[in-house]
């Protein structure tokens, strides 16, 4: 067993680190407010960290999952609120999975356009009856001739906005028949065919989470991924590989916090002694450094498995979803306690990476409870 990283690795870190620093840091306070800017996304494609686990042939920079973890932490490490690792993440999974199951027709419309940051994709699977049970969606698509139209609705789904506006759409889910999860089909369909609407969110503004209407939509067929009646388990296959981003964007951010938390407790003072200097606080912070260390092997150890194509895949990244943003909540709390007053305001900005983390707290790329429930099914068959 190797734990060090390759040398590639950690040029990719310390080169995607730098552009960040560079790029994003001066920005990224505003992003809650004014969204990604559009210029970052571009320079970041030409940088070669949008959807980058895409082959060169489509000029994606070929990178395993477990760089695209390293990129997914460095970027939550300076946009805090979030929203930059999730239009990363989901520009990253799904594009992954037209690749890996689309025709080379679907692969060459849009996977040049995305690695250069024209067009993003997104998933909508979720709709307003519930997002957990996705067997049980409603929206349907009807194949007449060579194209299809879909009726329904999708909700909280991420991207809607920037895909109308700027390019792209997502991978939507719709009954093709009546056999549960065997009849779902996935396809690609542009947002600027859909009614969209902005939900107003508690965080994580930065990218919209939106309703999508489908009213008589038509999309051509070979919008079609891979074969019909086969999105249920592409969309599975999408979800386990997003949630390794998902914890890696959690242990970015985590970290960041913390180290901005024990900075903090080596210089602040009371009662004449340094914060640190206090037991309760210096050994709440070893605890906590070494909860982070446990969730960054888990998370690595689930990119690991999805480079190597292991069937244990779906486990471990549903075991990463389940702790890296639960420990995030719990860094963000505790160095709140230490910086006293100061982390209640704004300016501290733990405000806005608590309101970031509990979007992956409540549901995004999957709810804990659906975490649990894969992790159980594999203990327990
Ligand atoms: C900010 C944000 C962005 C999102 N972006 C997208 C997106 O881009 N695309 C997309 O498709 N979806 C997106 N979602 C939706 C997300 O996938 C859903 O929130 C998630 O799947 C849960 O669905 P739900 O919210 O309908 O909750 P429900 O499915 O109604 O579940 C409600 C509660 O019941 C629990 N529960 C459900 N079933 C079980 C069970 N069997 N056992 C125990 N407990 C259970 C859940 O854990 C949850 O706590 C986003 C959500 C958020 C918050």
């Excluded at 038509?218 to 599975?236: C, L, Q, R, T, V």
Aim: glycine share 8%; with cysteine; aromatic share 10%.
């Amino acid at each position: 067993m190797d734990f060090s990283f390759t040398d590639d690795d950690i040029y990719i870190r310390s080169n995607t680190a730098e552009f960040l620093k560079r790029e994003l840091e001066p920005i990224s306070r505003k992003i809650d407010e004014s969204g990604i800017p559009r210029d970052f996304i571009l320079k970041a494609a030409s940088q070669g960290i949008i959807a980058p686990v895409i082959s060169s042939k489509y000029n994606g920079s070929n990178l395993t999952f477990l760089q695209s973890a390293i990129i997914a932490e460095e970027i939550s490490k300076v946009d805090i609120s979030m929203a930059t690792s999730v239009y990363f993440l989901l520009d990253n999974a799904w594009p992954y999975i037209i690749e890996k199951y689309g025709s080379e027709q679907i692969k060459n419309e849009l996977l040049y356009d995305v690695t250069s940051g024209k067009k993003f994709i997104g998933i909508a699977s979720t709709e307003p009856s519930g997002g957990s049970d996705v067997a049980g969606i409603r929206t349907n698509g009807i194949i007449e001739n060579d194209h299809i139209v879909i009726n329904g609705q999708k909700m909280y789904i991420s991207g809607g906005i920037e895909a109308a506006k700027y390019g792209g759409g997502h991978l939507t889910l719709f009954k093709t028949g009546n056999n549960g999860h065997r009849s779902i089909t996935m396809a690609y369909v542009p947002a600027n065919l859909l009614k969209i609407e902005r939900l107003d969110n508690m965080g994580r503004m930065g990218i919209s989470t939106c309703t999508m209407y489908y009213e008589n939509t038509e999309i051509p067929e070979d919008y079609i991924i891979g074969e019909k009646d086969m999105g249920f388990y592409y969309s599975m296959d999408g979800f386990n590989h997003a949630r390794i981003s998902v914890a890696a964007a959690c242990n970015g951010l985590s970290e960041r916090i913390l180290d901005l938390g024990i900075d903090y407790i080596k210089n602040r003072s009371a009662f004449g002694k340094k914060l640190m200097d206090f037991q309760a606080i210096s050994f709440e912070a070893a605890e906590l450094k070494t909860e982070l260390e446990m969730t960054k092997l888990l998370t690595y150890k689930a990119a690991y498995l999805a480079d190597k194509k292991s069937d244990e895949l779906p486990v471990y990244s549903a075991m990463a979803k389940l702790k890296a943003p639960q420990l995030s909540l719990k860094i963000l709390k505790s160095v709140m306690m230490w910086y006293g007053a100061y982390g209640y305001t704004k300016d501290a900005g733990l405000e806005r990476a608590t309101r970031g983390i509990y979007s992956y707290l409540v549901g995004a790329e999957g709810a804990l409870n659906i975490m649990k429930l894969i992790i159980s099914r594999r203990i327990f068959g």
